[in-house]
């Protein structure tokens, strides 16, 4: 797996005096280079999973529900992937989310591929409170399908409260300082449209950090305790809207304290 992850990541950026001899060490003659990086990524999706990193503890079995709580009808595993999905004949016209049911972390670390439809609308609910009929209450780690809402940080009571490419620090009076540091636009383009993508979620203390496929999106420090939970349940949403699917794989996590 680390071969192909090196190839990939040359692939990906071939150094400044790659030359026909850099293609030929690599075993590359005669292949596009973006045929090559879609091959290189379908192995490394092959290969991964299912798997658990060091330290990681898989949430979620790849077979079926076990592990979690969601709204009947709406959240099925499909070839290894936990899928909800509306239509026409069958709109979600309320959010509502797929429960994690193995505990309520507060500091930790969790990576999970999602793969949205390109109207979808979901997110990853973390530190959070579980409320009635499905719903929840706290931090998500936001996402869609056209990839505008993906690496920011949403709360429930305050919206949109860190954008891709920000740092927001917070004070006891829940006034944000915010520094710049990624471009959201370059950022975006680490984000892949309509194929699978990697969160990454890091909670420690007051801090919450979100990278996508290996690049920091976005940071915030929030010490306010009645807005920032230190720890609660993780669940996955299904959004109302147009009609829409998102699907969920590889879900890991890490106690970090």
């Keep these: 797996m680390r071969t192909v992850a090196v190839a990939f990541a040359l692939l990906a950026a071939p150094p400044a005096h790659a030359d026909s001899g850099w293609a030929v060490s690599l075993g590359l003659v005669g292949k596009g280079i973006g045929e090559?990086?879609?091959l290189a990524r379908r192995e490394l999706d092959r290969v991964r999973v299912g798997a658990v990193e060091a330290g990681?503890?898989?949430?979620?079995n790849g077979k079926d529900l076990t592990g979690w709580d969601g709204k009947p009808g709406w959240w099925t595993v499909v070839d290894g992937v936990l899928t909800s999905e509306s239509?026409?004949?069958?709109p979600c016209t309320a959010a509502h989310y797929l429960v994690w049911t193995g505990g309520q972390p507060g500091d930790f670390e969790m990576l999970a591929d999602f793969r949205l439809s390109a109207a979808a609308n979901s997110g990853i609910q973390i530190r959070s409170e579980r409320r009635p009929d499905w719903d929840t209450f706290g931090y998500?780690?936001?996402?869609t399908g056209d990839g505008s809402l993906v690496g920011f940080i949403y709360h429930h009571s305050r919206g949109l409260i860190a954008g891709r490419g920000d740092q927001a620090a917070f004070d006891g009076s829940g006034k944000a300082t915010v520094e710049r540091i990624g471009d959201p636009a370059e950022l975006l383009k680490r984000f892949r449209p309509g194929d699978w993508n990697t969160y990454r979620i890091v909670c420690v203390g007051d801090r919450i950090t979100l990278s996508v496929n290996g690049v920091v999106m976005c940071r915030i420090t929030?010490?306010?305790?009645?807005?920032?939970?230190a720890k609660g349940i993780i669940a996955l949403q299904m959004h109302p809207g147009p009609p829409m699917k998102v699907e969920f794989r590889n879900l890991r996590i890490r106690q970090l304290r």
Excluded: H, R, S, V
Aim: charged share 20%.
């Design 36 to 38: 090559l990086a879609a």
């Design 87 to 90: 239509t026409p004949e069958k």
């Design 140 to 143: 998500q780690a936001d996402m």
């Design 222 to 229: 929030d010490p306010q305790a009645k807005q920032a939970a």
């Design 56 to 60: 990681f503890t898989a949430m979620f």
